[in-house]
């Protein structure tokens, strides 16, 4: 049964280190979303890939997150360096062209010290 | 004003009821509408997609949209303990999702 993959799924690391997620999405998807969830801010999107294509980093802290697809099976998500406010869970989510029906992995939970 | 509005709860209705979820939006331009449902420690998944205004059922699922009053509502008939979980509304404009904050529900036995 198809579903998004993401690696690690969860991370502790000290402030400053790098972190790097991965995700898988669901093969024959040409859409790839980061989003970041806190209790504070809900569910925020970071980034987009279309046919590994980035579309829009808006969301992300330019200075120390960067998004990239190396090949349409692997998308990363790296922060560096890692701060204690960036402590969240973060998801990855695949869909078929369409914007609305995307189908989220299990998340990466992080906690910076 | 925030984009999407939605009251975060929590909920808790005893198995059986009907419950309400709400959200409100500000863009008149949106026209595709989402509930996700979200269980602890998983992602999102969706559960309701409706376009333009109305209501579309799915079991003992309802979605309804009033485009003229930028309000769209998730019922749930006879919820079910299983129904626990955080439900999000999302909008979309041939654009990204954006998403409200949830509201968490849980049934009690």
């Known amino acids: 049964d198809a579903r998004v993959t993401q690696t690690p799924r969860h991370k502790v690391t000290e402030m400053g280190q790098e972190v790097t997620m991965r995700c898988q999405p669901i093969l024959g998807h040409n859409t790839v979303f980061w989003y970041r969830q806190t209790m504070m801010q809900g569910l925020e999107l970071l980034a987009y890939?279309?046919?590994?294509?980035?579309?829009?980093d808006s969301g992300m802290p330019k200075d120390r997150f960067s998004a990239e697809m190396p090949d349409a099976t692997l998308a990363t998500l790296k922060i560096q360096p890692s701060e204690p406010r960036d402590s969240a869970v973060y998801f990855c989510?695949?869909?078929?062209?369409?914007?609305?029906?995307?189908?989220f992995g299990p998340g990466t939970r992080l906690t910076v010290l | 004003q925030k984009e999407v509005e939605q009251d975060p709860g929590p909920l808790s209705v005893p198995e059986g009821a009907i419950v309400s979820l709400n959200c409100t939006y500000s863009?008149?331009?949106?026209?595709?509408f989402m509930w996700y449902r979200q269980y602890s420690r998983k992602g999102p998944e969706l559960l309701m997609y409706t376009y333009s205004s109305g209501n579309k059922e799915d079991g003992r699922f309802t979605a309804q949209v009033d485009k003229s009053s930028k309000y769209i509502s998730l019922f749930i008939r006879d919820s079910q303990p299983s129904d626990s979980a955080t439900y999000l509304c999302a909008v979309s404009g041939n654009t990204p999702l954006v998403f409200g904050k949830g509201t968490r529900l849980s049934v009690i036995a």
């Open positions: 863009n008149s331009a949106f026209q595709y």
């Open positions: 989510a695949s869909g078929q062209y369409s914007y609305n029906e995307q189908f």
């Open positions: 890939f279309r046919n590994r294509a980035p579309l829009d």
